[in-house]
């Protein structure tokens, strides 16, 4: 690389950097060459994509899999979309990477949760129950066993108030921004929400009087 | 205000309105939902990452970027080896378009062995003195003009 281009390089960085690049520029950087804008992507939305991927996996080395999995096919989405999203973006339009991410993380939680059902793999709720158990406290136990109900009912709730459940309690979006992210509108959001903790609540009950019959 | 009104308010926590308000305050079943909600989805919601999982989370763009150069380069040598299958196609069909003609076995005029004497010639044969053959040769004396 000849000195000028390490100059325009540098230069572009900085005003990057100046006005909080967005996805798609960090994106069209990242696809020229710019590893740093690839970091800087990765690091913007690392946290919520692992906050929703943590929900599907045994434990944090699956999370990190998973988080990872679904940048890389983020990222080949963009390479293949990228002369659509130069238009996008100079014609004034959003362009979706964030969605097409965690759209792409929750479907891989979804299909790690249908292999996981397929090989029976043991719960990782039923491990950390064990493990408190172990500390001895019954109040703890009972808890943790309500916990761990919930939690394997969230994975029974139907596709869409899954993904929105997630959405919202894991990744702690905004009704607007689940409803961005998943293409249906918020009056949309919060009524899959309402029903999927209606859902949830019987599901839940059943689970509860199955245990004590 | 109904109770389903009720419940979809508490759940996306919009600010409630006296009326709903009023509607909670009087509704034991409304008052049982918001109790319970709170509790399932305190329940539901996953503790927060851990400092490991906060320190194995900050290595993350690490090793995607090392990642995507492997997918990269895997890509890349498919793309080569791709198209160096189709020039390998095109070469074959240009070179075999080429040499076809070359290749084809030439079939004898006549075969060694079955030669054609002068005496088989069609004229000498039974073909020269047939009938059409002697109306040609008259029509062609005729066509010329007299001196």
Redesign the interface.
């Known amino acids: 690389m000849d000195v000028n281009a390490v100059a325009s390089e540098r230069a572009k960085l900085q005003l990057i950097s100046a006005r909080a690049a967005s996805d798609a520029e960090l994106c069209r950087d990242f696809l020229d060459g710019n590893t740093q804008a690839f970091g800087e992507l990765v690091r913007r939305h690392q946290d919520l994509v692992h906050r929703l991927v943590r929900r599907y996996s045994k434990d944090n080395d699956g999370a990190l899999e998973l988080a990872q999995r679904a940048y890389l096919q983020a990222f080949e989405a963009a390479r293949r979309a990228l002369p659509r999203i130069s238009a996008a973006a100079t014609a004034g339009g959003e362009v979706p990477f964030r969605s097409w991410l965690l759209r792409i993380a929750i479907n891989l939680g979804k299909n790690q949760l249908r292999d996981a059902r397929r090989w029976q793999k043991v719960s990782v709720e039923q491990i950390d129950i064990e493990k408190r158990v172990e500390a001895g406290a019954l109040q703890a136990m009972e808890r943790a066993q309500r916990e761990a109900l919930t939690r394997e009912a969230v994975l029974q709730l139907p596709k869409r108030q899954r993904e929105v459940f997630s959405l919202r309690i894991d990744g702690g979006l905004s009704f607007a921004d689940v409803a961005a992210t998943l293409g249906i509108t918020e009056g949309n959001a919060k009524s899959h929400f309402h029903y999927a903790v209606k859902r949830l609540h019987q599901l839940v009950q059943q689970r509860l009087m199955g245990e004590a019959s | 205000m109904t109770c389903e009104d009720l419940?979809?308010s508490v759940?996306?926590e919009e600010a409630l309105n006296d009326e709903a308000r009023a509607h909670l305050a009087s509704c034991a079943r409304c008052q049982a939902f918001q109790s319970?909600?709170a509790q399932?989805?305190a329940?539901?919601?996953?503790p927060e990452?851990t400092a490991?999982?906060k320190a194995?989370?900050a290595g993350?763009?690490p090793?995607?970027?090392q990642?995507?150069r492997v997918?990269d380069r895997r890509r890349s040598f498919a793309r080569r080896a791709l198209g160096l299958a189709v020039a390998a196609c095109v070469g074959a069909a240009v070179a075999s378009a080429a040499l076809l003609p070359h290749l084809q076995p030439r079939v004898p005029f006549a075969p060694a062995g079955d030669t054609v004497t002068a005496s088989e010639w069609p004229l000498e044969s039974g073909l020269a003195s047939s009938s059409d053959t002697e109306d040609e040769l008259d029509a062609y004396e005729v066509s010329w003009p007299s001196p």
């Open positions: 419940e979809l759940l996306t319970g909600s399932l989805l329940d539901a919601a996953l990452p490991e999982e194995a989370l993350l763009a090793r995607l970027l990642g995507w997918v």
